[in-house]
């Protein structure tokens, strides 16, 4: 069974969102983003303020809605859940430690601890020996009878932390845990989550601070609303996976424009000029990506292509992003077969709701399969051809191409497939 608990394929989040009287004045907090969150990982984003840092993490953890794109918690999309559903994933999945603790005033911090699993009405000795494990695991089973207003910042911090683990949850969230703490108290706060993480906790944590950062296996660079820089750990040391990251701010904080390729600064000791390779070596096959495929010398709907990842075909030549954010390629000669198939959703827009129909496409090579959902409409047709051109075999079971020729136009392949398919229909 797959390992990937959340996967955001091109989301994005606007703010004063204008669809009928353009106004011009839509806000992109997030514009066509791409996450994958596995088990076991320790993610850290970071970027300048304003950059979208704690949007994502909000969109990702569901506290927050998208505007545009699919997120899939548990290999369910959000958009198809409802609110008891989401409800029961946050209580039941996730943990949330915030910058400034939220812990409730008039409670103790026993209770404090406690009220996620009270409200859970569970028993009070399984609810008591938890907060106690909890408390003597965080070094704050002395002041389990004190109230918030009467411990210290990093005490009110390590509380949180026990509060957003007493429903052992396989996902924690932390939005700038560290902001309100000194060096101490951060490096303690920091070694307990690596503990965590090894012990099986999976972590995504906003930062603005690269030492922070350093803690994770893979740190996120958001500017603009945009994932722009990703790096892994892999074996590294933390020391130099702390010299990558701040080569990356580094970089952020001159106000140099971001390469695909690599990043150029000056050292500030020795005033020479540096040029670093920004990239991930661990290039894998991951899950189903959505794309939209342009090939060269074919119209390109710019519509779809400004809210999609593009999926670019020169010749027998394919290079895209995953959604870990790696530059992937191979080539169209390599690929044994090609299976296609047809995926279903329901779009809520008051009278016109609808079903929307997106063929998949499993491009199967020795090494692997290259797993695609296509945006692509009425050109589809002309990607068929170019794999025939290619000769690269087609599994079609549900006749794609044919429906293609007999119905030109999406809005009656549409409502062809709707009468055809209707064991797609099962979304809510």
Not at 26 to 37: D, E, G, K, S
Not at 266 to 294: A, G, L
């Amino acid at each position: 069974m797959s390992n990937i608990l959340i996967e955001a394929n091109n989301i994005s989040k606007i703010y004063d969102q204008d669809i009928f009287l353009k106004r011009g004045k839509n806000i992109y907090a997030l514009n066509n983003v791409n996450f994958q969150l596995e088990q076991g990982d320790f993610i850290c984003i970071m970027g300048p303020s304003g950059s979208g840092k704690s949007t994502l993490l909000n969109c990702l953890s569901t506290l927050d809605q998208v505007t545009r794109g699919d997120i899939k918690v548990f290999h369910q999309s959000v958009s198809t859940m409802s609110k008891d559903e989401l409800c029961e994933f946050r209580y039941q999945k996730t943990g949330f430690v915030f910058q400034n603790h939220n812990l409730i005033p008039y409670l103790s911090i026993y209770d404090n601890i406690a009220a996620p699993i009270i409200l859970g009405k569970q028993k009070a000795k399984i609810i008591e020996k938890k907060v106690m494990d909890l408390a003597k695991m965080l070094e704050i089973e002395d002041i389990l009878d004190k109230f918030p207003h009467e411990c210290s910042g990093g005490e009110c911090q390590r509380v949180a932390i026990a509060r957003a683990l007493v429903n052992q949850p396989e996902i924690l969230f932390c939005d700038e845990p560290t902001g309100n703490l000194d060096s101490k108290n951060s490096h303690k706060l920091l070694s307990f989550l690596s503990q965590l993480n090894h012990q099986g906790t999976t972590i995504v944590l906003v930062t603005h601070d690269p030492v922070i950062a350093s803690y994770g296996k893979t740190m996120i660079y958001i500017y603009d609303g945009g994932v722009k820089t990703t790096i892994h750990q892999n074996q590294a040391s933390q020391k130099s996976f702390l010299e990558k990251i701040n080569q990356v701010v580094h970089q952020d904080t001159l106000l140099y424009e971001f390469d695909k390729d690599e990043i150029s600064y000056q050292d500030t000791n020795t005033h020479e000029d540096i040029t670093m390779k920004v990239e991930d070596k661990k290039k894998e096959y991951v899950s189903r990506q959505t794309v939209y495929m342009i090939i060269d010398g074919h119209p390109i709907d710019n519509n779809i292509l400004k809210n999609s990842t593009p999926l670019y075909i020169r010749g027998s030549h394919a290079e895209f992003k995953n959604v870990r954010n790696d530059d992937i390629s191979f080539d169209l000669k390599d690929i044994k077969e090609i299976k296609m198939d047809l995926t279903a959703q329901f779009v809520q827009f008051g009278l016109f709701s609808d079903y929307t129909f997106k063929v998949t496409l499993d491009c199967i090579s020795d090494e692997g399969i290259y797993k695609f959902t296509l945006k692509n409409k009425d050109d589809f047709i002309d990607i068929i051809q170019h794999f025939h051109q290619l000769e690269i075999p087609l599994d079609d079971p549900r006749h794609i191409e044919e429906a293609y020729h007999q119905y030109p136009h999406d809005y009656e392949r549409t409502k062809y497939y709707r009468r055809t398919h209707k064991d797609l229909l099962k979304y809510k």
